[in-house]
């Protein structure tokens, strides 16, 4: 498991999986019924007001979010959770 700080280290995450995964975007964003920017930014660490709160309600009560990554996805990316997130493409 991986601690997630920041919305930086959460869109790191998503984007690591899916693209790990080989979903493309369109494709990922049609799966959640979002659209192709929604989830770019999402990705990009770009934090929503409700992101924003959620991590500072996490700070302030003491806790920490984790995640688990599915069997196959290297989570070593993460290691700089301050950073933006590591541009990859999905190879056809």
Known sequence: MVKIKSPVALGAALRQTRTAL????ADM?????????????????NATTAISTLFALLDELGLELHVSFP???????????QGK????????
């Open 71 to 81: 069997p196959g996805v290297d989570p070593a990316p993460l290691a700089d959770q």
């Open 22 to 25: 080989r979903i493309p975007a």
């Open 85 to 92: 997130p590591r541009r990859t493409r999905v190879q056809p």
């Open 29 to 45: 964003a049609a799966m959640v019924n979002t659209n192709p920017v929604t989830l770019r930014k999402l990705e990009s660490g």
